[in-house]
């Protein structure tokens, strides 16, 4: 079974600030997704990717397959930006081949 | 509005008592999925209903029992739960192709906190 490891595991930063979360994982995948989750509990896919990069608005997703590593980046960061963030990999096999890290818990402050 | 919604929002129960989870989706999807989330866990799965079909159960205790009338609609039975069975449970749906990566993307629900006194 993949191993994912998301650092770092809480962040506090300001407003504006250009934030970076990493996902490191185990086995070969497939496909990677971001998600994020607020405080009331409900979970957005943010991006799924398996090669290169991905941009939606202020939100920049990479991959690099070789050293089994992904990084979310929020550029000029925003309180509303204020979620946990949660990588998953797929590595085939069905339901049970979505692994999913444990969350990054971000707070940005105005 | 997520497209997939989860009632009720926050259910407190005894151990003795017997509740259920409801989970609709409006998205047209044919597969639903039912998570546990604990404090400081990653997700786990619970079960996967393909076309309506229990593809998965991950060694789930037999205190929960998923039933899928129809691919709209998933619930989650509860009855004789632990106090260590109290967490976020979420449903999630998407579209199976039969192929490659099958769950991706999920849409979840906004989840039911469920706390076992």
């Known amino acids: 079974k993949n191993e994912v490891e998301q650092s770092p595991q809480n962040l506090t930063a300001q407003e504006g600030e250009f934030i970076t979360i990493n996902c490191s994982y185990s086995?070969?995948?497939?496909?990677l997704h971001w998600l994020q989750q607020h405080p009331g509990g409900g979970i957005v896919s943010l991006f799924m990717?398996?090669?290169g990069k991905k941009k939606h608005g202020r939100l920049i997703a990479t991959i690099n397959i070789q050293e089994k590593h992904s990084s979310l980046h929020i550029t000029a960061s925003h309180p509303r930006d204020s979620a946990v963030y949660i990588c998953?990999?797929?590595?085939?096999?069905?339901?049970?081949?979505?692994?999913f890290g444990k969350g990054t818990h971000l707070i940005i402050q105005p | 509005e997520t497209g997939v919604t989860q009632t009720p929002r926050h259910l407190v129960m005894g151990m003795t008592n017997k509740k259920s989870l409801k989970c609709e989706q409006h998205?047209?999807?044919?597969?639903m999925y039912w998570y546990k989330q604990s404090a400081k866990k990653p997700l786990e799965l619970m079960f996967v209903?393909?076309?309506?079909?229990?593809?998965e159960n991950n060694s789930v205790p037999s205190r929960f029992s998923p039933e899928c009338p129809n691919s709209s609609h998933l619930f989650l039975h509860l009855h004789t739960l632990q106090p260590e069975d109290s967490a976020l449970y979420l449903c999630?749906?998407?579209?199976?192709?039969?192929?490659?990566?099958?769950?991706?993307?999920?849409?979840f629900g906004n989840g039911t906190r469920l706390t076992v006194t």
């Open positions: 990717l398996s090669s």
């Open positions: 209903y393909n076309f309506k079909e229990q593809t």
């Open positions: 086995v070969g995948i497939s496909a």
């Open positions: 998205l047209g999807h044919n597969a």
């Open positions: 999630a749906s998407s579209q199976y192709q039969g192929t490659g990566p099958p769950y991706s993307p999920l849409h």
């Open positions: 998953a990999v797929y590595s085939g096999g069905g339901a049970d081949g979505l692994t």
